[in-house]
């Protein structure tokens, strides 16, 4: 197991990373889902309209998710990206975003492993910086990793997304 971070402008050089990365970033959004059930085609879309789909929501990815002021956090197994999170960089706070894992690796301890590696990250990197993350309320397993790591919510601070603002207390 193997977490790398670097900064976002240096991806964008590297096709077959951003492949992986995308993947486990779509993959977050999709939940539970099955590859057949997230690309289920209706009866009147075609393969070529389901590419176009996928293709669109790379450039998306591409163009809003790799600014210069974010970080790439990712662990890897067996040489394969298998969780992801964004760290960004806003005024007094380091940020965690869109962190997600491969579903067949969920519940094994790898998100917790990749926020760990993102915790002394920040210590050492930015240790005047807040490190925080926006939490659904639904979101059970996020919630436990994130408070037994040390994260304390504060429910009186709620994002546009309905999420609970989460602060890594040092």
């Keep these: 197991m193997e977490i790398k971070i670097i900064k976002t402008d240096y991806i964008k050089k590297d096709h077959e990373m951003i492949d992986q ?3 486990v970033w779509l993959y977050s959004f999709r939940m539970n889902m099955t590859d057949e059930e997230y690309w289920k085609l209706d009866e009147n879309e075609t393969i070529e309209q389901v590419e176009n789909h996928y293709n669109e929501k790379k450039r998306y990815f591409i ?17 394969h990206i298998i969780g ?7 005024e ?11 579903h067949d690796y969920r519940l094994k301890g790898y998100a917790k492993k990749l926020i760990l590696g993102t915790i002394n990250f920040v210590r050492k ?6 490190l925080i993350s926006y939490i659904k ?6 919630l436990k990793t994130h ?3 040390g ?3 504060d429910e009186s601070i709620i994002n546009d997304f309905d999420s609970i603002l989460f602060e890594y207390i040092i």
Excluded: C, T, W
């Design 125 to 130: 990197e930015y240790p005047n910086l807040r």
């Design 84 to 90: 992801h999170l964004f760290l960004i960089q806003e």
């Design 63 to 79: 163009e809003k998710e790799l600014e210069d002021n974010i970080y790439s956090v990712s662990i890897k197994e067996d040489n």
């Design 151 to 153: 994260f304390v919510g």
């Design 21 to 23: 990365i995308f993947k």
């Design 92 to 102: 007094s706070n380091m940020v965690i975003a869109s962190l997600g894992i491969i």
């Design 147 to 149: 408070k037994s790591l």
């Design 137 to 142: 309320p639904d979101n059970i397993a996020s």
